[in-house]
């Protein structure tokens, strides 16, 4: 003998339990995240521009020469407001650091220019001036 009311009932599904059991699983997981990712971050005070050359000044008793080449707009290379080849920049670079055993070689270039195109010309003079070679920044915003 069958009952009526057993052939019409469906089973439910009860989500609520379900639901409490995955936001505390989640919730352990985000407080673990939070604890070790707090332990790999190094506090680190970066050295600023102006403390190494006071300091580099200070060791040495004066400024050592630098010799500034740009690039402008255009990619040109500018040496004494004037532009030059790359043969003439060579010359010109290697001369001076034979001239100047501690002087350094700053590259300047125009704020318009790509990553790329300044990453070549530092290039060139790294291949000439090894780590005597430097890349100027303006302090203004």
Known sequence: MKFKSQQNQLPEVDLVPMMDVLMSVLTFFIIISMTLTGQQVANITLPTAEADRDAAA?????????????????????????????ERLITNVQTFLVENPTGVVMLKADKGLTYNDVAQVLELLRDIGGDRVSLGISGGS
């Open 58 to 86: 200070a060791s040495r008793g004066r400024p050592a020469p630098t010799l500034i080449v740009g690039l402008n707009a255009r990619k040109q290379m500018v040496m004494n407001n004037a532009p030059v080849d790359e």
